[in-house]
Structure formats: C-alpha cells, structure tokens
C-alpha cells in the first residue's frame, strides 16, 4: 500500500493537527496535498472542493499507530490540545486511547503489552 488518503476540509488545520500534535514527519506539502512520513506507506491529506460537503466517508475509518508509552503519549497529545474521545484504557492487547481530528477521524494510539513487531513510535519516529 502507498497511502492512505484523508480527504479534509481545511488542509492548514490538519497540518497543523497531523504536524504539531501528533507530530508526524512532513514530507511535502501544497494546498490541495500534503504527506507526511518519509518512507512507507504515506499518510496523505487532499482537499477536494466538490467532495467538501460530503464527509460523511471518514464513518468507519481509524487510523491506528503504535506508542511505547501511551500515558506519556497521553499527556504530550493533550497539553497539545488534541481531543481525546477515549483516555488510555487497558486493554486484552495492552492499553488503548483514541483521539479526533480536526474533521473528527478517529485516531487510534496503541501500546501493546509485548514486543512490537516495528521499532517505531508515533512521537520519536523511527527507533
């Protein structure tokens, strides 16, 4: 897979959401497209005019990364100012918490109780 795609309706919001709160790595960015994640599957953000309105696509979409530590996590996220719609919570898997973005996709932060398969952290990028 290349990307996932979120279509968005302000593109500098969620910049600034997917950017300074989750602090994801940018790659390149314009007014109708932008990615982040250098390497990989990319997270891609696209205004598209005529499709603006009708959001209603984004119910039963969620993004899901994984933390070493979610309650730190937790906190950096929130003096961010994100919105959680689910504090971390343990899980059968480990613990789980779920934050919105600015046009309401749910963004699913995980710390799994053993190894991760991946060295990666949604915060530090790559390990």
């Known amino acids: 897979m290349d990307a996932i795609i979120l279509l968005v309706s302000d593109m500098n919001k969620s ?6 709160v989750l602090g ?11 990615e982040f994640f250098l390497k990989g599957t990319k ?5 598209n005019k005529r499709l603006k309105d009708r959001m209603s696509s984004k ?3 969620l993004i899901g990364f994984m933390v070493l530590d979610i309650n730190e996590t937790y906190k950096i996220l929130k003096a961010r100012g994100a919105k959680f719609i689910k504090e971390p919570k343990e899980e059968n898997f480990g613990k789980h918490a779920i934050v919105e973005d600015p046009d309401g996709y749910m963004i699913s932060l995980v710390q799994l109780t053993g190894k991760p398969t991946e060295d990666i952290d949604l915060l530090l990028g790559m390990e």
């Open 15 to 20: 910049i600034d959401f997917y950017k300074n």
């Open 24 to 34: 994801l790595p940018l790659k390149s960015q314009s007014p109708e497209w932008t």
């Open 43 to 47: 997270l891609a953000l696209h205004v």
């Open 59 to 61: 119910i039963g979409i």
